[in-house]
């Protein structure tokens, strides 16, 4: 099948939710910069997602520029990411209308947890299409950096019952990780174009 209509509708749907995370957010009641103190979480929470949002934009973009067909497995694994990526909203706001309370943060890793789940089984249906000689699978054979990110969301989540702010910082270690996309497919790709 055709990879066209796959990407165009998962660029429509995160870039709904990135505009749902925005109209979420409250303006401050007053005209002086104390009045920002209040809505600093809710701030701080809308930064964090919008980032991991992007990570996953960016990267789905890569990882189906490589992409030469897709099946109908890959499809709905592909709905499946969206539809938590489609909770990042809900867990954000609640995040930060709560001042980053234990419940919330521990939802919040929950969510980008199986975010990084349902990743990896798209990545891995992905390949299941593709010949080992397709610029896809030679770019993306080794996935450690999607395991240790795993392990790091699985820590997150427990720790967010002990200290919230070490979890936060979890998450933000992550997604430092996965702010450069993977530049494995980039270089794959550009070699086969030589």
């Keep these: 099948m ?14 709904i939710i990135i505009t749902i995370m925005v109209l979420e957010m409250k ?8 009045a920002l103190r ?3 979480p809710a701030f701080l929470s809308y930064l964090l997602s919008f980032i991991y949002v992007g990570i996953y934009w960016n990267n789905h973009h890569h990882l189906f520029h490589a992409v030469q067909r897709v099946s109908g497995m890959a499809l709905w694994s592909n709905l499946h990411l969206l539809f938590w990526l489609s909770l990042i909203p809900f867990v954000t706001r609640w995040m930060g209308e ?3 309370g234990t419940s919330p943060v521990a939802a ?3 969510v980008l947890l199986m975010c990084a789940v349902a990743w990896e089984i798209i990545r891995r249906l992905l390949l299941r299409c593709h010949d080992r000689e397709s610029a896809l699978v030679k770019a993306i054979g080794d996935h450690l950096k999607e395991w240790v990110s795993l392990f790091f969301y699985a820590v997150a989540i427990g720790m967010a ?3 919230t702010w070490v979890a936060c910082a979890l998450y933000g270690l992550v997604a430092a990780t996965w702010f450069v996309p993977d530049r494995r497919i980039e270089r794959e790709i550009e070699s086969g174009s030589k």
């Design 98 to 100: 709560s001042h980053f």
């Design 27 to 34: 303006v401050p009641h007053g005209a002086d910069l104390d």
């Design 2 to 15: 055709d990879k066209g209509r796959l990407e165009a509708f998962s660029d429509g749907v995160i870039a």
């Design 38 to 40: 209040p809505v600093l």
């Design 161 to 163: 019952f002990v200290n």
């Design 108 to 110: 919040y890793g929950a």
